[in-house]
T-cell receptor, first 108, second 112 residues
Framework: AQRVTQPEKLLSVFKGAPVELKCNYS??????LFWYVQYSRQRLQLLLR??SRESIKGFTADLNKGETSFHLKKPFAQEEDSAMYYC??????????FGQGTILTVHP | EAQVTQNPRYLITVTGKKLTVTCSQN?????MSWYRQDPGLGLRQIYY???????DKGDVPEGYKVSRKEKRNFPLILESPSPNQTSLYFC???????????FGSGTRLTVV
């Protein structure tokens, strides 16, 4: 069965510190992998896709097939990064499975 | 403006009274999907659709129905709502599986 695991429910860092949100997946075949962010009282927004290898708002995510991980990283956290972050894995036909989410709090 | 629109935003209903939550997208997306979000459980996919007349079950389809008669619309139907369907529901659409979904603003449903 497809499975996405985010081991940390809560993560707190101070402004300017590096941050890493962990995500591990279990899929047969090669999944499409994503990070979504949900700011307080807002809709989910797509942050990153593994196929694009882009950097959005200073965040990057590297796919490690050997470790089946897709961790999200940012070298210097900002207070406005405080939000709920979801890792998700999808199939080519549209099925999408989310991890349980990590609440990131960046303290001033 | 490119968007996914859900209606209503808030709904309180009674057990057993059929209801429909509408979802519409104006981006000519092929894929559409419904999710529910519950505290401690995150987001779980209810149903998804690859195209008109093509739908499939997600992880939690029990108690829900969907239809995709037109590309832009993907309504979620609760034929006999129960209190355990009280949740925050999101509709989403995507051009392709690899593009990632664009989400609507959500519908907060309470079943009493």
């Amino acid at each position: 069965a497809q499975r996405v695991t985010q081991p940390e429910k809560l993560l707190s860092v101070f402004k300017g510190a590096p941050v890493e949100l962990k995500c591990n997946y279990s899929y047969s075949g090669s999944p499409e992998l994503f990070w979504y962010v949900q700011y307080s009282r807002q809709r989910l927004q797509l942050l990153l896709r593994h196929i694009s290898r882009e950097s959005i708002k200073g965040f990057t995510a590297d796919l490690n097939k050997g470790e089946t991980s897709f961790h999200l990283k940012k070298p210097f956290a900002q207070e406005e990064d405080s939000a709920m972050y979801y890792c998700a894995g999808g199939t080519s036909y549209g099925k999408l499975t989310f991890g349980q989410g990590t609440i990131l709090t960046v303290h001033p | 403006e490119a968007q996914v629109t859900q209606n209503p935003r808030y709904l309180i209903t009674v057990t057993g009274k059929k209801l429909t939550v509408t979802c519409s997208q104006n981006m000519n997306h092929e894929y559409m999907s419904w999710y529910r979000q519950d505290p401690g459980l995150g987001l779980r996919q209810i149903y998804y659709s690859m195209n008109v007349e093509v739908t499939d079950k997600g992880d939690v389809p029990e108690g829900y129905k969907v239809s995709r008669k037109e590309k832009r619309n993907f309504p979620l139907i609760l034929e006999s709502p129960s209190p355990n369907q009280t949740s925050l529901y999101f509709c989403a659409s995507s051009l392709s599986a690899g593009e990632g979904y664009t989400f609507g603003s959500g519908t907060r449903l309470t079943v009493v």
